[in-house]
């Protein structure tokens, strides 16, 4: 007797639905591979915990920074009002009228601003005013022209509306006026009054104002940084929404395609 061939062995037949629904999977795990939306949030998400860190270690650093200068002015400010004395109480009206005169300054020149710019507004507005009447009286054919007409009524419109920003305009920039020239009267007053209390005090004031511009600066740059750090953690939260929101759709695209052909397979049987 001779030995026979050993017989190949073959995989077990598969049937149709069973490849379709394979393949289907596949095609699905396919697609969430190369969904470069999930790629994108992810990137988004890394980035925007870096900023996280990133920003709450310069907020902290900046709070700090405030605290120490903070500490910094009230020592040596005190250490000055023990030297100089009854002066610093003494003068304070003085300083105390210079930064209510500074202050009418600087309002007053706003308004000197926006009057002198409702005054051009004006201006301009009577100009066209008078290019859109010239223009319908060269008319020969006397047609009445609606678009110009409009354009008439418009500048019309816009000249009444400038005449009224001007009026008002002019009574803030007089009354601001009337402000500044008050305070600053009052100022020269308290000068000539408390001029020696005014000599001797100057370094402790002038002292206060440099910390005081370097507070509000350090200040400025708390605020900021708070905002980036707001807009950091908002940028997490978008991102972390984005890929529940792709996943869930992934999801329940898988859940239609797999239900889709289970679902012909039992009516056929």
């Not at 490849?19 to 697609?31: D, I, R, V």
Request: with cysteine; charged share 40%.
């Amino acid at each position: 007797s001779h030995s026979e061939e050993p017989a190949e062995i073959l995989p077990p037949a598969r049937d149709e639905e069973e490849e379709e629904e394979e393949g289907m999977e596949q095609g699905l795990e396919e697609e969430e591979e190369v969904d470069p939306r999930i790629q994108g949030e992810l990137e988004k998400l890394n980035q925007s915990t870096d900023d996280i860190n990133r920003r709450e270690t310069e907020l902290e650093d900046a709070r700090q920074k405030f605290r120490s200068v903070l500490v910094e002015a009230t020592v040596k400010l005190d250490e000055l009002v023990k030297k100089i004395g009854k002066a610093v109480e003494d003068s304070k009206p003085y300083w105390e009228a210079r930064r209510v005169a500074r202050q009418a300054q600087l309002e007053a020149q706003k308004a000197t601003q926006d009057f002198q710019r409702a005054t051009e507004v004006l201006r301009a507005a009577k100009e066209t005013i008078s290019l859109a009447e010239q223009r319908l009286l060269e008319d020969d054919k006397r047609q009445f022209d609606s678009a110009w007409q409009e354009m008439l009524n418009h500048a019309t419109q816009r000249v009444m509306e400038a005449e009224q920003t001007k009026t008002r305009s002019e009574l803030v920039h007089k009354e601001t006026a009337a402000r500044y020239n008050a305070a600053m009267g009052r100022m020269r007053q308290l000068e000539k009054k408390l001029k020696r209390a005014i000599n001797k005090s100057k370094p402790y004031f002038e002292l206060k104002a440099k910390y005081y511009v370097q507070l509000e600066q350090l200040k400025k740059t708390v605020d900021d940084l708070q905002a980036k750090l707001t807009l950091a953690k908002g940028e997490y939260k978008m991102a972390l929404k984005n890929l529940e929101m792709i996943s869930d759709e992934i999801h329940e695209r898988r859940r239609s395609s797999a239900m889709g052909p289970r679902g012909c397979g039992v009516g056929a049987e």
